[in-house]
């Protein structure tokens, strides 16, 4: 199938200028979102807990190498470059490469993020406000997180970081508890599964009548959700949702030390069971060194070093 074009209703993302985008367990997936996006969005930050396992973030390859709209100004690292313990409580490391983007000439960051999405969402303070929530592609089984983020309770939590009027881009990934079939295409969301939930995927479309063949719908808490766009394929088509909460009454939620003592055995980034620092200073004690990372040309070919 040919590349269906993106839809990006520009109207609706001049409010998310200056905001952030979050992409948890996003792997090696970040051009749609990038593509999508920045000429609004300043802060992309994926995050998933295999960056900088294998490879340390000081000798990594920059994200956005090989476009050409896009031009390299600064790269730093954060944090413990390369981490390979079994420990599941990881040390985080933040890998930011400063773009700037030459059609709109606008500055970006993208922010890649070793750590857990949860933990990120809950405590990285340096994240601000989230205009945009990209979730997609991901899934229960092998190499997947298994985490539920389109399940009521998590919605509710990622509203508490998301601006009124910001977006959901999602392709019905890890749709909810019973992520079956079934349950799925009967529940209060449904609208948000229901390419990823039919047997045809939504293939057979165009990029127009997807985002036409989805309906708006208010929830229980009165939040209102219209597809206004559509940024690419994963497992499903990529919709994206604008959810109006302005009259929305939103439920409360429960305070994280709660939720962590609800399990039995929780996995955190460090910067949680070390101190909530990260928050209020930036990172503990041993980590704080910032590397910089030089641009250099070395006989017209590109070349990184490390300060
Ligand atoms: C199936 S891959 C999908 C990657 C990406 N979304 C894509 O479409 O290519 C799932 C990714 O989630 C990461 N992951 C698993 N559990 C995670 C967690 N709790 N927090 C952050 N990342 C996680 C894995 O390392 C893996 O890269």
Not at 176 to 199: D, I, P, T
Request: aromatic content about 14%; hydrophobic content about 30%; some cysteine.
């Amino acid at each position: 199938m040919n590349k269906r074009p993106y839809v990006i209703p520009p109207a609706q993302l001049e409010r998310l200028k200056d905001l952030s985008l979050f992409y948890p367990c996003s792997g090696e997936d970040y051009y749609d979102a990038i593509a999508v996006f920045s000429p609004y969005i300043t802060d992309f930050w994926f995050v998933d807990k295999r960056y900088f396992t294998l490879r340390s973030a000081l000798d990594c390859p920059p994200v956005l190498r090989r476009k050409a709209d896009y031009e390299l100004l600064d790269v730093k690292v954060e944090g413990l470059p390369l981490f390979r313990s079994r420990d599941p409580h990881i040390w985080p490391c933040i890998r930011t490469e400063t773009y700037k983007h030459l059609p709109s000439k606008r500055v970006i960051r993208i922010h890649k993020r070793r750590g857990y999405g949860y933990s990120t969402m809950r405590y990285e303070g340096r994240m601000g406000k989230l205009g945009v929530f990209f979730y997609r592609g991901d899934s229960s089984g092998e190499g997947g997180s298994g985490d539920h983020w389109l399940r009521k309770s998590k919605l509710s939590e990622i509203y508490t970081h998301l601006v009124d009027g910001g977006l959901l881009a999602l392709d019905g990934s890890n749709g909810g508890v019973n992520s079956q079939r079934h349950s799925q295409l009967r529940g209060a969301y449904k609208e948000l599964f229901k390419y990823f939930y039919s047997w045809t995927n939504g293939e057979r479309l165009t990029s127009k009548q997807l985002v036409e063949g989805v309906s708006a719908f208010t929830d229980e808490y009165n939040r209102h959700y219209e597809c206004i766009g559509y940024a690419g394929d994963r497992y499903g088509p990529t919709m994206i949702w604008n959810v109006d909460r302005s009259n929305s009454a939103e439920p409360l939620i429960p305070s994280y030390e709660k939720i962590i003592r609800d399990y039995d055995n929780p996995t955190f980034d460090r910067f949680w069971l070390t101190d909530r620092l990260n928050r209020i200073k930036g990172f503990p004690d041993g980590l704080e060194k910032p590397y910089r990372i030089r641009k250099e040309r070395l006989r017209s070919r590109r070349r990184y070093s490390v300060e």
